[in-house]
């Protein structure tokens, strides 16, 4: 069955890399997703990495996929209290957002 | 600027009630998504419209029911409201071969 799943809580220091996790079960995934939810907000699509793609780097942030682990990762460099929001992790088994399966969300909070 | 617009932030309704919540996209996306958000559990899709006066059931559509009279509203309505509805629902949209889906700010709605 289709299952993501990503631990509930991270708690990072202001300045370091936080590293968010996932792992997703589904091995015919064609995207895999992050998203970031902000305190009182929506979702808001942060990057994505296609299936056939080993990391994909975007400023501050860096995705790793290792397909053969079905796991995913999010790197976030010089973390800032900016960064305190849920990440989820997101699949898609199709080229479009049609049907995509979120994670639990991770809950990063920023200690000074 | 894409956006998604839900019509209460915060909802307060007893018992019985019957509860609309409406969902406005201003992007001409042909789908459309209601989905509910609870602690640990992540997104669960509730309803999904691909076209006007299209629907199709999510993973927990028991409770609820939907209606796409035209193509930037999409409702979702609680005909009987129960405790354990009580929850954050979010509204969002996609086009036909976008990568991404659009979240509205979420409605939280407390049933008491």
């Known amino acids: 069955g289709e299952d993501v799943e990503q631990s509930l809580f991270l708690s990072v220091r202001e300045g370091d890399s936080s590293v968010i996790n996932c792992t997703y079960t589904d091995s015919s995934s064609t995207y895999l997703y992050w998203y970031k939810q902000e305190p009182g907000a929506g979702l808001q699509l942060l990057t994505y990495i296609f299936s056939n793609m080993d990391m994909k780097q975007d400023q501050r942030l860096t995705v790793l996929l290792n397909k053969k682990d079905k796991h995913l990762s999010l790197r976030i460099a010089d973390t800032q209290t900016g960064d305190s929001a849920i990440y989820f992790c997101?699949?898609?088994?199709?080229?479009?957002?049609?049907?995509?399966?979120f994670g639990s969300g991770t809950r990063l909070s920023i200690r000074p | 600027d894409v956006k998604v617009t839900q019509s209460s932030r915060y909802l307060v309704k007893r018992t019985g009630e019957k509860v609309f919540l409406e969902c406005v996209q201003d992007m001409d996306h042909e789908n459309m998504f209601w989905y509910r958000q609870d602690p640990g559990l992540g997104l669960r899709l509730i309803y999904f419209?691909?076209?006007?006066?299209?629907?199709e059931k999510g993973d927990i559509p028991e409770g609820y029911s939907v209606s796409r009279e035209k193509k930037e509203r999409f409702s979702l309505i609680l005909e009987s409201a129960s405790t354990n509805q009580t929850s954050m629902y979010l509204c969002?949209?996609?086009?036909?071969?976008?990568?991404?889906?659009?979240f509205g700010p979420g409605t939280r709605l407390t049933v008491t």
């Open positions: 419209s691909y076209d006007v006066k299209m629907k």
């Open positions: 997101a699949e898609s088994r199709d080229s479009s957002a049609s049907k995509i399966i």
């Open positions: 969002a949209s996609s086009s036909l071969s976008g990568l991404e889906q659009y």
